[in-house]
Structures are given as structure tokens and as C-alpha cells.
T-cell receptor
């Protein structure tokens, strides 16, 4: 079975541009979450989707949006990019959306976004 | 909101020695998860602790959840070069609230 796949792996964008990041969860996983990891810090929660509905949103501006498709894959969109948006963007999938799960979250390898 | 703090930030260990990393939360946690991230990699799930006072072992790794469910620890015995990486604890309440991590380097 393939793990969580993310694309692209690396991306360079200019300030003010828009970016779309993609994630395919593990087969059978219905929950997808997005995290931002700045160098030297722990991942910060951005969104969680379950069954195509937003179930949680972190403390990020409205420039960040996401959606989940019927096949449970997901997109993260960021508008009006700022230099501070440069980070590793991680997608994580899990079997359940409830907080008690013995399975943990499976992370993808991430998309490294550089804003210049 | 939930804040999770980890100490130490860096741990330099002689190969074969033991060390412990600690995790403290500002609020009571429903459960806590631990992840390991190798340099240049992504977080990989290690374990979840749910019950007050719970202790779980994975080979040389011992995880504990405090009685008040506000702190946790990871103890590694006989450190090996394969233990290099950053260890994160994360409070889990539908979203993960990560600490800043403990970055471990090993001297051979």
C-alpha cells in the first residue's frame, strides 16, 4: 500500500502569488489534516477534514483554505503568499477523526515551499 | 489553547548512554502521541498514551504518561546512532498540538 503522497515535493513562488498543494491519504483513511512546519519548530495545525467536511481550523489567516474531495484526497491553497509562508507543509491521514485513535497519524513527506 | 512544551531542546548523547526527554502541557490532555522526525524527513508515529500513569515500552524506548495527564516522558536506553532525530510529543484532541521537539545527536 502506498503511504500518504504529497505533491509537489518542492516549490518556489514569488510573494503575492497563489499556491496549491495536494495530498492523497492512505487508502481507507477518511481524515486528512494539514500542518505547517517552520525550520526548527514543531508542526502547526492548519486544517482537518473528515468525510469532505472541515472539522477543525488552526490559527491561520483566511489566505489559507483547503478542501477534501470525494476520493478523500485534499488540496491546501494559500493566496497572496508572504515570505513567512516559507515552510514544510505536511499532510497527515488517519482512519478516524475522533481524538482517541491507536493508529496515530501517518504523515506524508511534505511539500517544501519557498517564497522569494 | 493547548500549549505543549518540551525539554531539553537539544540532547547530545554518547553512544551507549541513556537519556530522557520531557513534555509538559498547560492543560490536561485526553491523550498524547510521540513522533520521531529524522533529519530531512517527516514525523513518524511512535506511540499513543491514553491512561493516567500509563507506561509503554518499545524495545529501548520507554514512554510514560503522568498521573495528572499533563506531562509525559520518553526515556531511551543504550542510545544508538539510529536514534538520531527530533522527538516530538503532541497533545491529541482531533488536532495535534506539537511541542518544539528534542533534537538528539549521538557521539560515536
Amino acid at each position: 500500500d502506498a503511504g500518504v503522497t504529497q505533491s509537489p515535493t518542492h516549490l518556489i513562488k514569488t510573494r503575492g502569488q497563489h499556491v496549491t498543494l495536494r495530498c492523497s491519504p492512505i487508502s481507507g483513511h477518511k481524515s486528512v489534516s494539514w500542518y505547517q512546519q517552520v525550520l526548527g519548530q514543531g508542526p502547526q495545525f492548519i486544517f482537518q477534514y473528515y468525510e469532505k467536511e472541515e472539522r477543525g481550523r488552526g490559527n491561520f489567516p483566511d489566505r489559507f483554505s483547503a478542501r477534501q474531495f470525494p476520493n478523500y484526497s485534499s488540496e491546501l491553497n494559500v493566496n497572496a503568499l508572504l515570505l513567512g509562508d516559507s515552510a514544510l507543509y505536511l499532510c497527515a491521514s488517519s482512519l478516524s477523526n475522533t481524538h482517541v485513535t491507536n493508529y496515530g497519524y501517518t504523515f506524508g513527506s511534505g511539500t517544501r515551499l519557498t517564497v522569494v | 489553547g493547548q500549549q505543549v512544551m518540551q525539554i531539553p531542546q537539544y540532547q547530545h548523547v554518547q553512544e551507549g548512554e541513556d537519556f530522557t526527554t520531557y513534555c509538559n502541557s498547560s492543560t490536561t490532555l485526553s491523550n498524547i502521541q510521540w513522533y520521531k522526525q529524522r533529519p530531512g524527513g517527516h514525523p513518524v508515529f511512535l506511540i499513543q498514551l491514553v491512561k493516567s500513569g500509563e507506561v509503554k515500552k518499545q524495545k529501548r524506548l520507554t514512554f510514560q504518561f503522568g498521573e495528572a495527564k499533563k506531562n509525559s516522558s520518553l526515556h531511551i536506553t543504550a542510545t544508538q546512532t539510529t536514534d538520531v532525530g527530533t522527538y516530538f510529543c503532541a497533545g491529541n484532541d482531533y488536532k495535534l498540538s506539537f511541542g518544539a521537539g528534542t533534537t538528539v545527536t549521538v557521539r560515536a
